[in-house]
């Protein structure tokens, strides 16, 4: 794990160069919410992972010149990137599809979420904080 994580925080962080900004997901409160206690070796495993992953993107895009934030997840894959209308329903998980209730936008739901943090990262950028 470590070894990919190197490799995918590299990757990330050589691709998109200097003057960036990471927006990652803050997942330590979710996973603790969410997932059953059956799962806690897998937890402990994938969180773990997360966070090396995390740790890394910061270290090498700080070399880079750049910033990486992690933003609160919560409705990143139910809220209507195009409307803004949240809702549960939005989401079909077992397909990872998305379909808005209110204006018919429809993606994967992974897209949706990635949309979302976009948004979120410009919002970021607005309050006036700069990043270099
Ligand atoms: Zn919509």
């Given amino acids: 794990m470590t070894d990919v994580n190197h490799a995918v925080s590299k ?3 050589s691709r998109y160069g200097a003057n960036t900004l990471f ?3 803050d997942l330590t409160g979710v996973r603790n919410a969410t997932e059953k206690v059956k799962l806690k070796d897998r937890y402990v495993s ?3 992972a997360f966070h ?3 740790k890394m993107v910061e270290y090498k895009a700080q070399l880079a010149g750049s910033r990486i934030i992690a933003v609160d997840p919560k409705y990143t894959s139910q809220q209507c990137p ?3 209308h949240k809702e549960k329903a939005n989401r079909d998980k077992k397909k990872h599809h998305f379909c808005c209730r209110n204006c018919g936008y429809q993606s994967n739901d992974d897209r949706i979420a990635a949309m979302n943090l976009l948004a979120k990262g410009k919002a ?4 006036g904080t700069s990043i270099a």
């Fill in 11 to 13: 990757a990330l962080v």
């Fill in 23 to 25: 927006v990652l997901e």
């Fill in 46 to 48: 994938v969180s773990w």
């Fill in 52 to 54: 090396q992953l995390r």
């Fill in 82 to 84: 195009l409307c803004n």
């Fill in 124 to 127: 970021y950028l607005k309050e």
